[in-house]
């Protein structure tokens, strides 16, 4: 079935560094969503990007869509302890038919050392 | 946060039994799902509804059924629990049909099977 690619799965950072995760999957995607998992809670949804190339930010966060749509990044400018969580990207499943089911990333699992 | 509850919040069973979990929205959303989120595999789509009494099969349904005979009610049962059914399930709703709408995820049901 149709995958996509999460890197890093962990990533540990000292709190004010930056960190990025990305996406990539080997079709082409129509658009992408962004979620974020605090520890022992429920995903929340940050963001959607649909158009080639385009760049959302929300705060500190920046978010990418790449040019041929196959991959997407989310970026954090100096991390602070509550970005602690996981990310997850999840494109809509193309193999299963429509938009209305989506296909989530492993997701990357950020830490934060004070 | 959407109105999504799901209960019961926590639960242990012995193999073999059945075990219906219930999530409930009061968001009047068409489509309601359901997934199991294991480590390493991220969030996986067990099966959806996309309207009272229809439902789909997601990508891990096997062993798992659902039924959705109210717009704010989506019930999951597992007719025989397995070792390998022990997950934290979680149970989301979108509010309109196509890409543009997030998700919104319940609190989460933690599921072990003895």
């Known amino acids: 079935g149709q995958q996509v690619m999460q890197i890093p799965q962990y990533q540990h950072v000292q709190e004010g560094e930056d960190f990025t995760t990305y996406c990539n999957s080997s079709?082409?995607?129509?658009?992408i969503q962004w979620y974020k998992q605090r520890p022992g809670g429920h995903p929340v949804f940050l963001i959607q990007?649909?158009?080639?190339?385009e760049v959302k930010k929300q705060k500190r966060l920046t978010f990418q869509f790449g040019e041929a749509k196959k991959n997407s990044s989310l970026h954090i400018t100096a991390t602070q302890t509550t970005d602690v969580g996981t990310y997850f990207c999840?494109?809509?499943?193309?193999?299963?038919?429509?938009?209305?089911?989506?296909?989530f990333g492993k997701g990357t699992k950020l830490t934060v050392n004070p | 946060d959407a109105g999504i509850t799901q209960s019961p919040r926590h639960k242990v069973t012995e193999t073999g039994t059945p075990v219906t979990l219930r999530c409930h929205q009061t968001?009047?959303?068409?489509?309601m799902y359901w997934y199991r989120q294991d480590p390493g595999h991220g969030l996986r789509l067990i099966h959806y509804?996309?309207?009272?009494?229809?439902?789909d099969k997601g990508e891990v349904s096997d062993g798992y059924s659902v039924s959705r005979s109210k717009t704010e009610d989506f019930l999951l049962t597992l007719e025989s629990a397995t070792s390998s059914q022990t997950s934290v399930y979680f149970c989301?709703?979108?509010?309109?049909?196509?890409?543009?709408?997030?998700?919104?995820f319940g609190p989460g049901t933690r599921l072990t099977v003895t």
């Open positions: 989301a709703s979108k509010g309109g049909w196509g890409a543009s709408y997030e998700q919104y």
């Open positions: 079709t082409t995607l129509s658009n």
């Open positions: 990007l649909v158009k080639s190339g």
């Open positions: 999840a494109p809509p499943n193309i193999t299963q038919g429509g938009s209305e089911k989506l296909v």
């Open positions: 968001e009047n959303h068409r489509y």
């Open positions: 509804s996309y309207g009272v009494k229809d439902t």
